[in-house]
């Protein structure tokens, strides 16, 4: 993958007739933890910056629209080379006929790939066929709209075979998800209760949020667990009142909570993500978790108006200083906030944070630059 000298690179040769966009490019990025974190990967890198030029110089709202787009644009190029004026929706909602059986016949043999144990990345020539059978002669990539690699290899008897794959795992966790939306909501929900708890598929489910906005009927009953409770105490109750709830706790061991919150931040569906948190217990804690899981974490629960208590134990990345304020704004109850870490704070920040309509009253901090401790000593 690449690091950050090697992102600076990639953008600046890629835009290298205009510098201005790599600057503008190279931000985006920087304000973006989103995007900052699937940067690393090449795949990724080229697909954002595609997006980028093709979308007048500014992101899609998601990855998963960036995902779109990029499909989009590769069937877009492939048509053009066969002399086909098509218009290619940017959602993938409006394709011709043959398209749309391509993308479900996509997204039906990376499905069945992720799915199978142990998951499959490479397709042999039996399972093209079968998932294609319209496919008669010796393919090639241009069949599959460059969405689909193929390799050619020898078979007994030097007769010719092949194989094929996405050109990333992540182009395949997209067309998973793709299929995972067109299947009937009893089987999205089935495999949501699966699956939810398990870190392979949280890209799929990101994915499947942004296409879908988790408008399903069933999502919010799929998402809830029977809370633990203490030998002497029942378990607190959530502002919903009702038995089940989401889960209390986030960490490597419990990934729940982190891969749904991830989840309704993609969907980008206020409505749901609201009603959702209305299950969440008055009392969190999450461990350990990188600088998108914090913003994502952080505004998400700026919409859970019942939240008494929040505990980020274990994280060494800075916390976005917008989003602690909006937190801290939109949820007058908090009253205990422990182990927020917090880069270059202003004497403004903590005004801004602290001393309006702020009903904490117990605050543990780890200030990496403070410009005035004065300040902070006040709140």
């Known amino acids: 993958g690449f690091d950050e000298v090697a992102i600076k690179a990639y953008v600046t040769e890629f835009f290298k007739d205009d510098p201005g966009s790599a600057e503008r490019m190279l931000q985006t990025i920087s304000d973006r933890p989103d995007l900052e974190g699937g940067a690393y990967i090449p795949m990724n890198l080229f697909i954002f910056c595609s997006t980028f030029k093709a979308n007048e110089y500014s992101h899609p709202a998601t990855i998963t629209e960036c995902y779109q787009g990029h499909v989009s644009e590769l ?20 394709l011709p006929k043959d398209l749309q059986d391509l993308l479900r016949c996509l997204g039906e043999i990376a499905f069945k790939g992720l799915t199978a144990k142990p998951s499959n990345y490479i397709f042999t020539e039996k399972a093209i066929r079968k998932a294609f059978p319209e496919i008669k002669v010796k393919p090639h990539d241009s069949l599959f ?3 689909l690699h193929l390799h050619v290899g020898k078979h007994g008897g030097y007769r010719p075979t092949f194989s094929a794959n996405f050109s990333h795992a992540t182009l395949q966790e997209f067309f998973s998800a793709l299929h995972l939306s067109q299947l009937s909501e009893k089987d999205q929900v089935i495999f949501w209760k699966e699956h939810i708890s398990n870190p392979s598929f949280a890209v799929v489910l990101r994915f499947y949020a942004g296409l879908t906005n988790l408008t399903c009927k069933d999502f919010i009953p799929s998402c809830l667990v029977t809370p633990p ?3 002497t105490t029942a378990a607190p109750p959530n502002v919903a009142g009702a038995t089940l709830q989401l889960p209390a706790k986030s960490d490597q061991q419990n990934p729940q909570l982190l891969i749904l919150l991830h989840a309704l931040h993609e969907s980008q569906k206020k409505t749901i993500i609201c009603e959702t948190l209305k299950h969440l217990n008055s009392s969190l804690r999450f461990h350990d978790l990188g600088s998108f899981d914090v913003m994502v974490v952080l505004n998400c629960l700026a919409r859970c108006t019942h939240l008494i208590e929040l505990n980020m134990y274990g994280n060494r990345n800075p916390f976005p200083v917008e989003s602690v304020k909006r937190l801290l704004h939109k949820n007058q109850k908090l009253q205990k906030l422990r182990h927020i870490v917090l880069d270059r704070l202003t004497e403004d920040d903590v005004v801004t944070m ?12 780890n200030i990496t630059k403070f410009t005035s401790l004065s300040a902070l000593m006040r709140v």
Not at 75 to 88: F, H, N
Not at 354 to 365: A, N, P
């Open 75 to 94: 069937c877009s190029r492939e048509c053009e080379k066969e002399g086909r004026d098509v218009y290619i929706d940017p959602t993938l909602s409006e």
């Open 145 to 147: 709209k460059g969405l």
């Open 229 to 231: 409770a203490t030998p």
């Open 354 to 365: 602290f001393t309006r309509t702020c009903s904490v009253k117990e605050l543990e901090l």
